[in-house]
């Protein structure tokens, strides 16, 4: 019973929200604006024309990337600017400066992810004859990168580093259960239950890790890291959630049991004393420091910076070295 049996589109491409449309349907369109820059001049035969003047061939690829690079986020820069609009005078929403500060984080992030598409299609553009075969180059890179790179990820991961079903854990979490209602020392069901509490997070965690560092070869991977990170919405905010829960439950309890230990057994249930709640400890989770954010997404932010970079001094040079001729 979940929401991908009823949409089960959703498992493939997951939530249509803005990180989808940039990580999937943007870095395709990367593709379709790069792909034909230099292979699809040549066979036109407008490449030859441009490189019979006085143009250096070091202009016309730089040319060529801000152009249609332009023209790529342009489309993507006039509604951003017009959500930003729609927060700004929305009397429901509010944001805090370091919330805008995660905003504009993530923006430059879809950016820099955009170029590191745009740039590996001017590349592979450089170094093919037809814009045909570099069309079919680049899907295939695309498809092994947007999808499959993220999803054998985890299933390596939890092949190297298996960690038991979360069925298992509730059974395992029941058994206890049982035993503490059949006679057991209630202390020792607990800390058995806490053991299995620690043994699930260690080996999910550690399961978690290993896929993230396996994937994080995708860019597209990076990109959803960086942008989870700064939104503060991935898996450090539930494993932090978890750990501020942990920590108030056993509060909570130390509570109840001074409570408890202050009325006498015999009128606990036919006198009761009323608690004071003055005395219940309030849950406290505070939330992410944005160089924390930072600090977190460095080697993703690297990742993506390097390739880029990479992709278009390659490009360069391929330019540099092309043969125009038929």
């Not at 019979?52 to 023209?71: E, M, Q, W």
């Not at 993530?106 to 592979?124: K, M, P, Q, S």
């Not at 390596?156 to 206890?176: G, T, W, Y």
């Not at 509570?255 to 005395?279: C, G, H």
Request: glycine share 4%; aromatic share 10%.
């Amino acid at each position: 019973d979940s929401k991908y049996n009823d949409n089960p589109i959703m498992a493939v491409f997951g939530s249509f929200d803005l990180m989808f449309v940039v990580r999937t349907i943007l870095s395709l369109f990367a593709i379709l604006f790069s792909y034909d820059a230099i292979s699809g001049e040549r066979e036109r035969g407008t490449l030859k024309l441009m490189l019979a003047n006085s143009v250096p061939r070091d202009t016309i690829i730089l040319g060529k990337a801000v152009g249609l690079f332009f023209c790529l986020v342009a489309p993507l820069v006039i509604p951003l600017l017009v959500g930003v609009l729609m927060i700004m005078f929305s009397p429901s929403i509010a944001m805090s400066g370091v919330m805008w500060f995660r905003l504009l984080g993530i923006v430059l992030t879809f950016f820099l992810y955009l170029a590191c598409f745009f740039t590996l299609g001017l590349l592979v553009s450089a170094c093919t004859r037809r814009a045909s075969t570099s069309f079919m180059i680049l899907l295939f890179v695309w498809i092994i990168s947007v999808f499959v790179i993220p999803r054998v990820s985890v299933i390596i991961a939890s092949r190297v580093a298996p960690a038991m079903s979360l069925q298992e854990f509730h059974a395992r979490k029941d058994a206890n259960i049982q035993e503490m209602m059949s006679g057991q020392n209630p202390e020792d069901v607990a800390s058995r239950n806490e053991k299995l509490d620690a043994e699930y997070s260690r080996q999910m965690r550690r399961q978690i890790a290993m896929a993230t560092n396996l994937s994080r070869i995708s860019p597209a991977a990076c990109m959803t890291f960086i942008s989870l990170s700064l939104a503060d919405t991935g898996v450090t905010r539930h494993e932090r959630f978890l750990d501020a829960a942990k920590l108030y439950r056993t509060q909570f309890l130390r509570v109840v049991n001074n409570m408890m230990s202050d009325q006498d057994l015999a009128t606990m249930f036919t006198n009761p004393r009323k608690p004071d709640a003055s005395l219940i400890p309030r849950f406290k989770f505070y939330e992410e420091r944005l160089s924390d954010a930072v600090s977190r997404i460095k080697v993703d932010l690297i990742i993506i910076i390097i390739l880029t970079i990479i992709f278009f001094v390659s490009a360069h040079l391929a330019f540099i070295r092309y043969n125009v001729g038929r």
